[in-house]
């Protein structure tokens, strides 16, 4: 029986999985079970940020594996240390707590919220997200979550939460009231088709949270770390939250999380008020010390700039090259996408065919966040593959 064989007939049946093993990768190439070689410009959705099988990240962990795997988070590590000195000290932030998950992240930053609204806003509870957003698969996050094709099937959700519009300043205003605690977006929408903010939509919010005393929570699971140029998304647009959630990026593979918060919103957890078993294990957190120390290196993030650029001249080429198609590119960074006319599955699928691994979101997205580590050359292949597709009629008209 094969691998594939036994993941259909053992594995839940939770994902609609491609039909390829993959068993190796080095830096920005994967290669399945029979030796084909593929380009990742999905990079796990936006996880592997340096890359796979980075030998910095396999150094540290190995060693630290040989050292000590694993104690409770009622002791302190040194790696654990490390990192949260990192985090701190290149962001708004005042303190971390670690988790396993961006899912995890994100319950956190929730229940601070609830902690927030008890302490600072009349006990307010309920939260403001926008509709379209993404913010994980447990049941509180599923219903923070503004997609109802998520949420499907999984009712009652968790209550108290309200939908906006993205970038509908007038409707988050109207909608934050005595009653809402926080605003929790996503800096720019990830699963909701990398949809940048409108101008100056992000620092309104910040001045409607400041105005009505609520708290700004920042889901950058998706945008952090480098996938915009930026070691956070927010960077880009002047301000700053009162939480923000990490994850995917942070451990280039492994498996974590993290809540950043203001002293003020942290001190809002107190011994025994919130807790997690495996996070900021020692283990992790040394992938995440290497990760970390690597975006700060003087010019990486000036080269996920430039690889961006390089990638939205190139999608943007192929928008007006093809204007019977109607085609429109977005993003930042090395957060694109490319909206097309009509579904993007047999896209994807065509694309794996030829060597490329790309993701299709909102049914029309193509959606590229390779590892930040993207060569010209990834990027020229992937602008040229498209191109073909396209003059040759494998993607549709509109």
Known sequence: MTSQEKIDQYVMQTYGRFPVTFVRGEGCLLWDDQGKSYIDFLAGIAVCGLGHANPEVAEAVCAQAKKLLHVSNLFYTEPQARVAELLVQ?????????CNSGAEANEGALKLSRLWGKAFKDGAHEVVTIQGSFHGRTIATLSATGQ???QKGYDPLVSR??????????????????KVCAVMLEPILGEGGVVPPPEGYLPAVRRLCDKTGTMLIFDEIQTGLGRTGKLFAHEHFGV?????????GLGNGLPVGAVCATSEAAALFQPGSHATTFGAGPLIMEAARVVLETLLRPGFLERVQQAGKKLRKGLEGLCQKYPGHKLEARGLGLMRALILPTPGAT?????????????????????????????DAHIDALIG???EMLAAGEIAAG
Do not use: H
């Not at 939460?161 to 005595?178: H, Q």
């Not at 700053?240 to 995917?248: G, Q, R």
């Not at 691994?357 to 997205?365: A, R």
């Open 240 to 248: 700053k939250p009162d939480v923000m959630t990490l994850a995917k």
């Open 347 to 375: 896209v994807v699928k065509k694309m794996l065919q030829r060597g490329f691994v790309i993701n299709c979101t909102q049914d029309k997205i193509l959606r590229f966040v390779p590892p930040l580590i993207i060569e």
């Open 161 to 178: 939460f309200k939908y906006a519009p993205w970038g509908d300043l007038e409707a988050i205003t109207a909608a934050v009231d005595e």
């Open 90 to 98: 290149n962001s708004f932030a005042d303190r971390v707590f670690f």
């Open 148 to 150: 109802e094709k998520i």
């Open 385 to 387: 593959a498209l191109d």
